[in-house]
């Protein structure tokens, strides 16, 4: 069963993950971290910057790849997610930004591109940790309602609703959101070796509880998570408000042996 976390905030969500990835660090200098954007793991990569200069730990060989890209749109665009990658993880946690990569939005070569990056992830030996995000109607990734649960990394059109929740990031305006990405299938998250999916507030407790309570479906993409044997849901008090559950996963937590991490 997938393991369910209930944090009174994001801060202490962050804390959790922070103090897992750092050990893997620790444990294996050169592994490959799976990267996220959007708001929900802003908290867990300040908490993880902070703990690499605390502690002195040497980043220097970490690899990452992050989920998705949109497509056509410049690298350099501050919104791409090149450029957000680059400005939330790989500048705080003083990553080599030539180990960092993210899906190649170009709209000449993006034909192959999904191909390639899957292969990129396959001969870097995988992701060993990958933090996720959950959209409102479940995706993970770019992956849409809908998506293979097999699927690999390829080119997907944006639903409205999602391009309704990114229209914040482009001056609220959602005629500057692409309408295409390039996104990490589903098939291709589930072959990381951990998963982390964080969420929070209320608006995400329908899709939280679709996911972890629900049945496993295309239509919830983030349901696959059950199909994992390592994957830890880590949500807020709101977020979790939906589950039937939620007692028995603060017990649980609460009783777990000091020496296991997530």
Request: charged share 20%.
């Amino acid at each position: 069963m997938t393991e369910i976390i209930i944090v009174k905030s994001q801060e202490e969500a962050g804390r959790i993950y922070a103090d897992r990835t750092a050990q893997l660090i620790k444990d294996k200098p050169a592994c490959v971290l799976g990267l996220a954007t959007g708001s929900s793991p802003l908290a867990a990569y300040q908490a993880l910057a902070a703990k690499v200069k605390e502690e002195g730990i040497d980043v220097s060989q970490v690899r990452g790849f992050a989920l998705d890209e949109y497509a056509g749109l410049d690298p350099n665009h501050p919104q791409s997610y090149r450029s957000t990658i680059n400005r939330t993880v790989v500048e705080p946690l003083g990553l080599d930004p030539a180990k960092v990569r993210v899906p190649n939005g170009n709209l000449d070569t993006i034909k192959d591109a999904g191909h390639e990056y899957d292969q990129a992830i396959e001969d870097a030996g995988g992701v060993d940790l990958q933090i996720l995000g959950i959209g409102t109607d479940g995706h993970i990734g770019f992956n849409e309602p809908g998506s293979s649960l097999a699927s690999g990394t390829r080119i997907k059109t944006l639903t409205e609703q999602t391009r309704i929740d990114n229209a914040r990031f482009f001056d609220g305006d959602i005629n500057k959101v692409p309408t295409h990405c390039i996104t990490q299938g589903i098939g291709t998250i589930l072959k990381a070796h951990q998963l982390v999916l964080l969420a929070f507030g209320a608006g995400k407790a329908e899709a939280v509880a679709e996911s972890v309570e629900g049945g496993i479906s295309s239509f919830c993409p983030a349901s696959a998570l059950q199909l994992h044997p390592h994957a830890t849901v880590i949500v807020d008090e709101a977020a979790a408000s939906r589950l039937r559950n939620r007692d028995y996963y603060k017990w649980a937590y609460s009783n777990k042996p000091d020496w296991q991490s997530i």
